[in-house]
């Protein structure tokens, strides 16, 4: 060796890297799928001093860490039946009391206009939809920041690990990210599965999900909805909408 051992190994480097792109093998789908469904994964939960820890172990190698804080809960995804304060049509807002202190705000745009039995072609104005003291199903959007309240939508979701379930609404949507054959075979299974007046939003992670694990994952959904609409019903039959 002569010169430089540093310039002398960087070329070495350049070199290796090179020789390891020729090399550089294309597989298809349903070897990729097979590899992928090879690996061994598993995930450890830790709760300490009101520390949450998640790892994603893969073949005993780490790929994923997540830390939560008792502190920093958040309120987003969260169900409450709230009771209407005031009306703001100069704002297309509602104001609403869900019980953690400060009212939250549902803007018009996220109203479940259809439950309201307000449809299509006619003008939608929140006054329409909502006064004062109405009880309404709402579901948090965003955690509420110095003095703004949370943001809430009516239009309720429910995630799942395959899925989104959206029980009030029709349309049925899949990642683009899935290909085309997938997708295709996706609807076929959820269009038997998904309950009429309900809708889904696919994620990546359904690619190559059985029709088992898609069925269970919709049953398991669909009862977690039927929890929330008959506990919110009986508040309402007990407190007359609060």
Do not use: C
Request: proline share 3%.
């Amino acid at each position: 060796l002569k010169g430089s051992t540093r310039l002398e190994a960087k070329r070495q480097r350049r070199r290796e890297g090179r020789d390891a792109g020729r090399r550089r093998s294309i597989i298809t789908e349903a070897e990729f799928l097979a590899r992928r469904e090879a690996v061994e994964r598993s995930m450890i939960v830790r709760e300490r001093n009101g520390r949450t820890q998640i790892a994603v172990l893969e073949d005993g190698v780490l790929v994923e860490h997540y830390v939560s804080q008792q502190s920093q809960a958040s309120m987003a995804g969260n169900v409450y039946l709230g009771r209407v304060q005031n009306v703001l049509p100069s704002m297309e807002a509602a104001f609403v009391d869900i019980g953690k202190g400060r009212n939250a705000v549902l803007y018009a745009g996220e109203v479940n206009w259809d439950a309201h039995g307000i449809g299509n072609g006619q003008p939608r104005r929140i006054e329409q939809a909502l006064s004062s003291g109405d009880a309404v199903l709402v579901q948090v959007t965003k955690d509420p920041i110095g003095h703004k309240g949370a943001r809430l939508t009516s239009q309720i979701s429910l995630p799942g690990r395959y899925l989104v379930y959206v029980p009030e609404g029709s349309m049925t949507g899949i990642s683009r990210k899935l290909p085309d054959k997938e997708r295709t075979r996706l609807k076929s299974i959820l269009k038997q599965v998904v309950p009429d007046r309900a809708g889904v939003i696919v994620r990546t992670a359904a690619e190559g999900a059985s029709e088992e694990e898609l069925t269970k994952d919709v049953e398991r959904l669909t009862t977690a909805w039927e929890r929330i609409r008959e506990k919110a019903d009986s508040k309402k039959g007990k407190k007359g909408g609060a």
